[in-house]
C-alpha cells in the first residue's frame, strides 16, 4: 500500500533539529520575560470573520492564503495566518484591554496557502509579541531592543539590518493613496498585473512591489513623507532618536508599507541577506485603530512576529550556538549481565539526583562492543561501564571518550563527586 505523506509545505520537525528550535524558543522566552512580557495562547482555529475584519479583505492573505473550511455546523472557520487577530480576540473577549496596558507574547504554528520554497512554507511558526495601551515612540523601542537584544545571543546581529518606516496617521494615509492613484493612472501602461489590481484594491501596496520596471516608476511617484502628519512624523523622529542614542542602526525605507492592512505610524522588518528571497526574519509595527475595528474602545497598540523558521536557517548558518546542542547526552552508562544492568538502573536514577548532567542508560542489549559504538555516536564525553567484575568490586569503569584521560575505576558512592569535579571530561 502507498505511504501517506505529510501536506505539502508542512514540515515534520525532527529529532536532530528540535535542540536547535528549543534553543531558539528558550532564548526568546528568557528574554521576553526579562522585559516582563506574559505569554498568552488561542486556538489556531477562528471564525473567518476576525482574518476578514481585521487583516483586510484586499491583502495577499484573505484574497488567496487562507486556510479555510465549512465545519459540521456549517460555520466558516479558518487554520490562523497569522497571531495579531487572535490576540486582539482574545484580549477583548477576556477584558485584558480597556483601561490596562498589556505586554503579551505567543509562539505556534500558523497557517498560509503559500508557494512552498526555503524560507515559506503552509505551516510555518511565528513567535509573536503584542502590547496595548502604550502610545509613545519609547515602547516601539523597547520592541526592537528586545529583538536586537536577541539577534545578540543568538550570534546573528552580523546578519540582521533594520528597516524603519512610518505610515502616518490614516487621514494622511488616505490622502497620500489618492495622490500615489493619480501618479500611477497616469503611467498605467507601466504596470504589472499584480499592480493594476492593486491600484484599484489597495494601491499602497505597489510601493512595495519587487518588480524592477514599477520601482523605477516609484521613483518618480509623489513623496510619502511629504504627505505626512505632523503628529505621526514627531512619533517617528522620537524613535529614530532613541535608536541613535541606545546605538541600534537602522535604515529609513520610505518603500516599506507591509502586507497587512491594520498597520500605521511606525513598521519596521529585521531583513537578512543570507536568506535568498525570505530575507525577512520579523516584522511589525504600529494598529493604533485594530482594537476599535474590531469592536473594541480605540487602544493604541503595537507588536510584531518573528518567522521561527527563518531565524532557523539563519541560526544554522550564522548563529552561534552552545556546545550542548550538537550531543544528544552527556554521559553514557553501558552494562552488561543481567545483575549489572539491573544495578545501573538505580544507579542512573541516584546519579540524575545529583548532577545535572544528561544521562542516558544504553537499554538496547548488544555487545560490549556495540555499547561502545552507541556510546561514541551519541556525542556523550564519558561512559560509564559495569560489569560483573566492577559489580563485585563496587566500581563502575568511567571512560573519558573526548579527552586523553585514562579510563578509571570510581567506586558508586564517589561518581556524583567525580563526575561534577572533573569538568575536563566534558570540555570539547
Ligand atoms: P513575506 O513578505 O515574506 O511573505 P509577510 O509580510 O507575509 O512576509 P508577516 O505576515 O509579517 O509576513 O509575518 C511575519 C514573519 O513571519 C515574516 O517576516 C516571516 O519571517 C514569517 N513568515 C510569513 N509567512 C511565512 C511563510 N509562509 N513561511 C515561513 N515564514 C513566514
Ligand atoms: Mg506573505
Known amino acids: 500500500m502507498a505511504k501517506i505523506k505529510a501536506i505539502r509545505g508542512m514540515n515534520d520537525i525532527l529529532p536532530e533539529q528540535t535542540p536547535l528550535w528549543q534553543y531558539l524558543e528558550e532564548s526568546t522566552r528568557s528574554i521576553l520575560s526579562s522585559y516582563g512580557y506574559s505569554e498568552i495562547r488561542t486556538p489556531i482555529v477562528e471564525s473567518t470573520d476576525l482574518f476578514c475584519r481585521s487583516i483586510g479583505e484586499v491583502t495577499d492573505i484573505v484574497e488567496k492564503e487562507m486556510y479555510t473550511f465549512d465545519d459540521r455546523n456549517g460555520e466558516s472557520l479558518t487554520l490562523r495566518p497569522e497571531g495579531t487577530a487572535s490576540c486582539v480576540r482574545a484580549c477583548e473577549e477576556h477584558g485584558l484591554i480597556f ?191 485594530l482594537v476599535e475595528q474590531l469592536g473594541g474602545r480605540a487602544t493604541p497598540a503595537v507588536g510584531f512576529a518573528m518567522g521561527a523558521e527563518r531565524l532557523i536557517l539563519l541560526l544554522e548558518a550564522e548563529g552561534s550556538l552552545p556546545d550542548r546542542l550538537k550531543r544528544q547526552t552527556d554521559i553514557f552508562i553501558a552494562a552488561l549481565g543481567d545483575a549489572a544492568e539491573q544495578k545501573a538502573l538505580s544507579l542512573a536514577e541516584n546519579l540524575r539526583d545529583l548532577v545535572s548532567w544528561r544521562l542516558t542508560l544504553d537499554c538496547s542489549g548488544g555487545s560490549f562492543k556495540s555499547k561502545m559504538k552507541k556510546a561514541d555516536r551519541s556525542g556523550a564525553r564519558v561512559a560509564l561501564i559495569l560489569g560483573d567484575s566492577e559489580l563485585e568490586q563496587g566500581v563502575v569503569a568511567l571512560k573519558p571518550l573526548r579527552t586523553q584521560d585514562e579510563q578509571e575505576l570510581v567506586p558508586f558512592d564517589k561518581i556524583a563527586a567525580v563526575l561534577s569535579a572533573e569538568h575536563r571530561y566534558f570540555k570539547e
Request: with cysteine.
Open 99 to 289: 483601561n490596562q496596558v498589556q505586554r503579551l507574547w505567543y509562539t505556534g504554528p500558523m497557517f498560509r496557502y503559500e508557494r512552498p520554497q526555503k524560507g515559506r512554507y503552509r505551516q510555518f511558526h511565528q513567535i509573536g509579541v503584542e502590547t496595548f495601551g502604550m502610545v509613545g515612540p519609547d515602547i516601539d523601542t523597547e520592541l526592537l531592543l528586545l529583538t536586537a537584544r536577541l539577534w545578540k545571543k543568538l550570534g546573528i546581529d552580523h546578519a540582521v539590518t533594520l528597516q524603519l518606516n512610518t505610515l502616518g496617521s490614516s487621514e494622511a494615509r488616505a490622502y497620500y493613496r489618492d495622490q500615489l492613484v493619480a501618479y500611477l493612472t497616469d503611467h498605467v501602461d507601466q504596470l504589472d498585473e499584480d499592480s493594476k489590481r492593486r491600484l484599484t484594491t489597495n494601491p499602497l501596496r505597489i510601493l512595495d512591489s519587487k518588480n524592477p520596471q514599477v520601482q523605477a516608476l516609484l521613483e518618480g511617484a509623489p513623496d510619502f513623507h511629504a504627505c505626512l502628519d505632523d503628529e505621526s512624523l514627531k512619533h517617528f523622529d522620537q524613535l529614530k532618536r532613541n535608536l541613535e542614542s541606545l546605538g541600534i542602526p537602522y535604515e529609513v525605507n520610505p518603500r516599506l508599507v507591509r502586507g497587512l492592512d491594520y498597520y500605521g505610524r511606525t513598521v519596521f522588518e529585521w531583513v537578512t541577506d543570507k536568506l535568498g528571497a525570505q530575507g525577512t526574519v520579523c516584522a511589525g509595527g504600529r494598529y493604533d485603530g
